[in-house]
């Protein structure tokens, strides 16, 4: 996590969004068509575990995250599959101890990154750059959380914004 904190402290002071391209940056890439089982992996938590169980629904599945005897499921919306649902299963599932969030600045395509870091390390970033600055670069996730599912207008306007 250590690595984590440094770099979203660099972005912070530099904001140049090379550094998220850069070969050891510590956040990761979901792509859309990604398999949300997978997500868990990307996340480096040790603990996290996804589980998939047969059931009576339109995917013929349901999706558990696990961690520290804790377990949630994903709540997939029938009208659209996103990876949203994974992503705010599992923001719920790791928290306190850890707080998965969006980094803004690659809104618009159909790669998205995300980084992890404890929640101290969240609560200490806000303290040194400000709440509203850094929840506009590393979005908080939560179920309302809209990533994947944005129209394009509403890039867009996010991206204006």
């Not at 510590?26 to 169980?53: K, M, N, Q, S």
């Not at 919306?77 to 996103?82: G, L, M, P």
């Not at 690659?106 to 980084?115: E, M, S, Y």
Request: glycine share 6%.
């Amino acid at each position: 996590m250590e690595k984590a904190y440094a770099f979203v402290e660099t972005f912070m002071q530099q904001r140049d969004i090379e550094l998220i391209h850069a070969k050891d940056c510590p956040a990761f890439w979901v792509d859309w068509r990604e398999f949300d089982e997978d997500i868990a992996d990307y996340c480096h938590i040790d603990g996290l575990t996804a589980e998939t169980c047969d059931a009576d629904n339109d995917l013929g599945y349901d999706l558990f995250f696990s961690y520290k005897g804790r377990k949630t499921q994903v709540l997939f919306e029938e009208e659209e599959i996103t990876r949203d649902p994974a992503l705010q299963a599992i923001n719920r599932v790791i928290m306190p101890d850890y707080e998965l969030r969006f980094m803004t600045d690659t809104l618009g395509g159909d790669v998205l990154a995300f980084i992890v870091l404890d929640g101290q390390g969240w609560q200490t970033l806000a303290a040194k750059y400000g709440k509203d600055a850094l929840d506009s670069r590393f979005l908080p996730i939560t179920d309302d959380t809209t990533m994947f599912g944005l129209s394009f207008g509403e890039v867009i306007q996010s991206i204006n914004a």
